[in-house]
């Protein structure tokens, strides 16, 4: 087993575990919340994931820009938007830190006011099907490498 291979293993289980969580939040336990009108099930989820999670998007980051350079996309070509690989790269960042800015908004807005005020419900679980939706779209972006790029 080459390097790419063992780092294409550990970057697929991250992805796993994160694409699986949030489709899992998002037809599961979403709904269920909306059901109840109560926000503890989200809460808890939120609770247990976010030690798995988190750590799951850091290996896909390292093992992702890891493989990048073995496929010879280096940081100072990174959005330039340029070549096939590299445009695939440069679209997961780019998918990356719109998933780092709903985070910080969930994290430090939505939340705090949710925890007190199921109105903000809609705003939140506008937050998780983006999050999802855009890891989708990593996902599908990442298996275009394969075949040459986009
Ligand atoms: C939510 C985040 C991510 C998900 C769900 C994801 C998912 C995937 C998937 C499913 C593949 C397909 C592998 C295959 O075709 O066998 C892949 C490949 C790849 N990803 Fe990601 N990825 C994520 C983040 C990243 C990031 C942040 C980077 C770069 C910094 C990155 C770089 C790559 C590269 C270079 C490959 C090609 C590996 C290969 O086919 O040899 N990924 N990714």
Same mark, same amino acid.
């Given at each position: 087993m080459n390097e790419l291979h063992l780092l294409l293993i550990l970057h697929l289980l991250g992805?796993?575990?994160?694409?699986?969580?949030?489709?899992? /939040?998002?037809?599961?336990? /979403?709904?269920?919340?909306? *059901? =109840?009108?109560?926000?503890? *099930?989200l809460f808890n989820f939120e609770s247990r994931y976010e030690w798995?999670?988190?750590?799951?998007?850091?290996?896909?980051?390292?093992?992702?820009?890891?493989?990048?350079?073995?496929?010879n996309v280096k940081i100072d070509t990174w959005f330039a938007f340029e070549t096939p690989i =590299?445009?695939?790269?440069?679209? *997961?960042?780019?998918? /990356?830190?719109?998933?780092a800015l709903f985070?910080?908004?969930?994290?430090?807005?939505?939340?705090?006011?949710? *925890?007190?005020?199921? =109105?903000? /419900?809609?705003?939140?679980?506008?937050?998780i099907l983006s999050v999802t939706v855009i890891s989708i779209v990593m996902l599908i972006l990442g298996s275009f490498v394969r075949y040459g790029g986009i």
């Open positions: 992805a796993t575990i994160w694409v699986g969580g949030h489709i899992l /939040l998002s037809v599961v336990i /979403l709904p269920q919340v909306w *059901k =109840e009108k109560s926000v503890d *099930k798995f999670g988190m750590p799951a998007l850091l290996v896909m980051l390292l093992t992702g820009a890891r493989m990048a350079y073995l496929y =590299e445009r695939v790269i440069s679209f *997961k960042l780019s998918c /990356l830190i719109a998933i985070a910080l908004s969930a994290q430090f807005y939505v939340l705090p006011r949710l *925890k007190n005020n199921i =109105e903000k /419900l809609p705003l939140m679980t506008f937050h």
